[in-house]
């Protein structure tokens, strides 16, 4: 894309386009997913990378919503890369009254 100086990748699904457009250096600078009209249903920008333990980290992302006419900044600082967690965090509380159901153990 000579307009944008990158890289863009495009895939048509069926019901739509998807785009994803890279920097020079191979990152995501964009992406979009257009509707069978063309017109963007929504975009995702990647501004301000920064290097975090060698791994380029966009740290202002930008989202948006044409049709609603909605956009979100999202900034990040104090990034921490791949920080031990406690496995507390993913642990799931079943509310009280709640039946668990194994998936697995379920058959057609």
């Given at each position: ?76 600082e104090d990034v921490d890369l791949n ?26």
């Amino acid at each position: 894309d000579e307009h944008a100086q990158s890289v863009r990748l495009r895939q048509d699904n069926g019901t739509g386009t998807q785009l994803v457009w890279f920097s020079e250096a191979g990152l995501p600078v964009a992406a979009e997913e257009q509707g069978p009209d063309g017109e963007p249903e929504w975009r995702a920008t990647f501004n301000d990378y920064q290097n975090h333990g060698a791994v380029p980290v966009a740290t202002h992302i930008g989202l948006e919503l044409p049709v609603c006419e909605r956009s979100l900044d999202i900034a990040l600082e104090d990034v921490d890369l791949n920080p031990t967690l406690d496995l507390s965090v993913f642990a799931l509380q079943t509310p009280p009254g709640s039946q668990v159901v194994d998936l697995d153990r379920l058959t057609d």
